[in-house]
């Protein structure tokens, strides 16, 4: 069993930063990939960043590069994503999502476990 937990969601103004967290737990190996992924309502999820947590390879969305950082702190099985310049589009709920090795890591398919979400909100 694997468990997902984020955190770090909020309401931040329009230019501001927050920082999200996915903490780990579970088989060990059952997450050396992780992404986020986000989903506003009436919108199809969406990829945001995915991290190979052995190779440290980083991956992101082309909405977000440039403002968004994906980080892990294998120690602590944990991994963050940095979100800084926030505009009203980034609102939406944001997922942690888990897999044993890598894919297609911008498909939510290549993913077996997924966090409960934390919304993200930006005001203009």
Not at 36 to 47: L, V
Not at 74 to 93: C, F, G, I, R
Request: with cysteine; net charge positive; glycine share 16%.
């Amino acid at each position: 069993q694997v468990l997902l937990v984020e955190s770090g969601g909020g309401l931040v103004q329009a230019g501001g930063s927050l920082r999200l967290s996915c903490a780990a737990s579970g088989r060990s190996g059952s997450t050396n990939l992780m992404g986020w992924f986000r989903q506003a309502p009436g919108k199809e999820r969406e990829f945001v960043a995915a991290i190979n947590r052995s190779g440290g390879n980083t991956y992101y969305g082309d909405s977000v590069k440039g403002r968004f950082t994906i980080s892990g702190d294998n120690a602590k099985n944990t991994v963050y994503l940095q979100m800084n310049s926030l505009e009203p589009e980034d609102t939406a709920v944001y997922y942690c999502a888990g897999a044993p090795r890598n894919g297609i890591v911008f498909r939510g398919s290549t993913y077996h476990y997924w966090g409960q979400g934390t919304q993200v909100t930006v005001s203009s």
